[in-house]
């Protein structure tokens, strides 16, 4: 087990065959199973976890706390928005559907390997919902970076820093006049198209995210 070890959490015998494959051609031995117990930290290269079995969020939590450069898939079978999210949260590299899991992991496991990072993603909505929705249209309290202000103008989706860079206030709060909004703090002006600052007291830009759309849903990447 020199390279390291898989765990396939899931009891679906096609996703495990197809992962362990990944894994093979990695050149990383799997343990598979639905309750699997995940091995010594210096071996866990990467976990599966099937979202609908009984403790695969605790799972994620404790591969991701346990092994911090470990490669993490969850995936579910139906679209469960808030389980989709509480897997981003508790440090899955990837959400994602059944169709994709193989996939999924070799890109993982090649980035890792490699010593590469890629960009994590946090879903959004199907972008569908934005749709006749204009200005800000939501926020992402929770993620790695903070929280993340969503802004939907000129058939684009827009994502910032909602804190200010001069005394952390929520931009949410703040008023919206076409693309540019007003620190309801301390007055700063900021573009939420490109982040630019456009008065201070602020001396910082917005840290601008991009967003992607996939599949008809939208996602915001965040730094590697």
């Known amino acids: 087990m020199s390279g390291g070890v898989v765990v396939l959490r899931t009891d ?3 996703i495990a065959r197809r992962a362990a494959a990944a894994a093979a051609a990695a ?52 679209p469960e928005p808030e389980l989709w999210r509480q897997a981003e949260a508790a440090g899955a590299d990837v959400v994602t559907t059944r169709g994709r899991v193989d996939r999924a992991l070799a890109d993982g496991l090649a980035d890792r ?36 202000a969503l ?35 301390h007055g700063s002006q900021f573009q939420v198209t490109d982040g630019a600052r456009l008065r201070g007291p602020a001396d910082l830009d917005l840290r601008v995210f991009p967003v992607v759309i996939e599949a008809g849903v939208a996602f915001v990447e965040l730094p590697a």
Do not use: K, N, W
């Open 151 to 185: 802004y939907h103008l000129g058939g684009r989706l827009h994502a910032v820093s909602d804190a200010c860079p001069h005394a952390g206030a929520s931009l949410c709060e703040g008023d919206l006049d076409g693309p540019v909004i007003t620190c309801p703090r």
């Open 12 to 14: 679906d015998a096609r």
């Open 113 to 148: 390997l490699s010593g590469r990072r890629r960009a994590r993603r946090l879903r959004l909505a199907p972008l569908a919902e934005f749709a006749g929705r204009l200005g800000h249209v939501g926020r992402v309290d929770q993620s790695p970076v903070g929280a993340i």
């Open 27 to 78: 050149g990383l031995e799997t343990l598979i199973g639905a309750a699997v117990m995940l091995p010594a930290p210096a071996l866990l290269a990467g976990l599966v976890a099937e979202l609908e079995l009984e403790g695969a969020l605790e799972a994620i939590r404790t591969a991701r706390a346990a092994a911090p450069d470990c490669t993490i898939v969850a995936f579910l079978s139906l």
